[in-house]
């Protein structure tokens, strides 16, 4: 645990160069460049309507019963370090299928079990936004994103699961870019996540809710004390 909180605090306490680093670490490793990412930019973007009738057949296929949240990064909080500092929790990736993979621990990378318990929040992402349309290369950006965290050890402040996510986004070059890291993917997940139930916001939530109170109560009776 003691780890965890390390890591948040110098997350949220260099926010800036923390970022630097990953950001050129989850560039594209040149072992894992495969012919088929050589191809110009969006070179076979489906029409557009097949694009949107992707996205509605996995919006349709989430099932938090079973966890299952295909073409999603899917977050879930931390004991304790979200309770502080609730943008910061942990995060993984969902194959075509829906199958989650996060890197959980040193050289082990977790499949549809994730770390921390089931998702609380999640973010759909767009397959028409990949660079070859299809969810063949999602699930090749997955995968190999998580062969490659297979063989990396933790490091809590910055090579952590938001990297293994921000890796799997530049290979695939989601929204045509290769600059996903860490610091983006926690900002951005904030803002377009959505809650699975009202249990899961609560769970995200309501201890930074209680903590903050109690903190304000304390700090406002001494105050006018
Ligand atoms: C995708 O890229 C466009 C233009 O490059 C940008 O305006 C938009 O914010 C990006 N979307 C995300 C989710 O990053
Ligand atoms: C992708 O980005 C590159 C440079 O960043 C740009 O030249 C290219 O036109 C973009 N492609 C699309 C489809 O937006």
């Not at 076979?44 to 992707?54: F, H, I, L, T, Y």
């Not at 079973?66 to 899917?74: A, G, L």
């Not at 977050?75 to 995060?91: D, S």
Request: proline share 6%; net charge neutral.
């Amino acid at each position: 645990m003691s780890h965890i909180l390390t890591f948040g605090l110098s997350l949220w306490l260099l926010p800036s160069s923390a970022g630097i680093p990953e950001a050129e670490r989850t560039r594209l490793p040149s072992r894992l460049s495969r012919p088929v990412l050589a191809q110009p930019a969006m070179a076979d973007v489906a029409e557009p309507d097949a694009g949107s009738r992707n996205y509605q057949i996995a919006l349709e296929r989430i099932d938090p019963g079973t966890s299952r949240y295909p073409y999603c990064i899917v977050w879930t909080p931390i004991p304790v370090l979200t309770w502080l500092l609730p943008f910061i929790g942990h995060m993984g990736i969902c194959t075509s299928a829906g199958v989650i993979r996060d890197f959980a621990g040193p050289y082990f990378v977790s499949e549809d079990n994730m770390a921390f318990g089931r998702p609380t929040k999640y973010w759909m992402l767009d397959v028409s936004k990949v660079y070859a349309s299809g969810s063949d290369a999602w699930d090749c950006a997955v995968h190999d994103a998580s062969e490659e965290y297979k063989r990396r050890m933790h490091n809590l402040c910055c090579d952590n699961c938001h990297s293994h996510v921000a890796m799997a986004l530049n290979l695939m070059r989601y929204n045509n870019s290769t600059s996903w890291n860490m610091v983006n993917l926690c900002l951005l997940s904030l803002i377009h996540g959505k809650h699975v139930s009202c249990f899961a916001f609560l769970k995200t939530w309501l201890p930074f809710l209680i903590l903050s109170t109690v903190v304000l109560t304390v700090a406002l009776t001494l105050n006018l004390r």
